[in-house]
């Protein structure tokens, strides 16, 4: 009788796990289609991050968090998802706030680079380097370039960070954390 009650929990408890996963699904697509516009975008975008968030430190709801933070400022999240990834990798910072970090510097520019400046300085600096070397970089399309050039080019002060972030044990976590959330849903 013992075991016939503990195997009904256990069985109550995923059901109920279940239900939260495809719960946090449904929630995740609808943030997206509002700001794609669409269902099938939302699927495609949820489906890309699902993917990510199962081979990389980041779990799915901090990567719709921040591709839902670059897209609402404007920014390209295909583009630059990867470098704010290694960003929060490289500097230890959460995926959401490396995101509006980067967000708000791009969207505003230079003058609106204080958080990057403070929390991210080792990327600012790379992006008044890269900008500086482009031209004017109070001039926003030159900062843009910069900034997407310090988020997206090998040589980038962050490039690698999600990796060696993903090798720590913090890292695992995550992925047995997305494995289970995969199998929930």
């Known amino acids: 009788a013992a075991t016939a009650v503990a195997a009904a929990a256990i069985g109550t408890k995923l059901a109920i796990s279940a239900i939260e996963a495809s719960a946090s699904m449904e929630t995740f697509e609808a943030r997206l289609s509002v700001l794609l516009g669409s269902t099938e975008k939302a699927k495609v975008r949820l489906g890309e991050l699902f ?11 901090a990567l719709v968090e921040a591709d839902t933070i670059l897209t609402s400022f404007g920014v390209n999240a295909g583009q630059m998802r990867g470098g704010v990834m290694d960003l929060a990798g490289a500097m230890g910072g959460e995926l959401p ?15 609106a680079a204080d958080i990057l400046k403070e929390s ?7 992006i008044k380097k890269r900008a500086a070397e482009m031209g004017d970089s109070s001039d926003i399309n030159i900062w843009r370039a910069a900034m ?13 960070g999600t990796k060696k972030l993903a090798g ?3 890292g695992a976590l995550s992925n047995l954390s997305d494995q289970w959330f995969k199998f929930k849903k």
């Not at 199962?54 to 779990?59: G, R, Y």
């Not at 991210?120 to 790379?126: E, K, P, R, T």
């Open 51 to 61: 993917e990510i968030g199962s081979t990389t430190p980041f779990e799915l709801g």
């Open 97 to 111: 706030e490396a995101a509006m970090a980067v967000a708000k510097a791009y969207s505003a520019g230079a003058g």
């Open 120 to 126: 991210y300085a080792l990327l600012y600096m790379d």
């Open 148 to 160: 997407t050039e310090a988020l997206t080019a090998v040589d980038s002060k962050v490039a690698g």
């Open 168 to 170: 720590t044990f913090k």
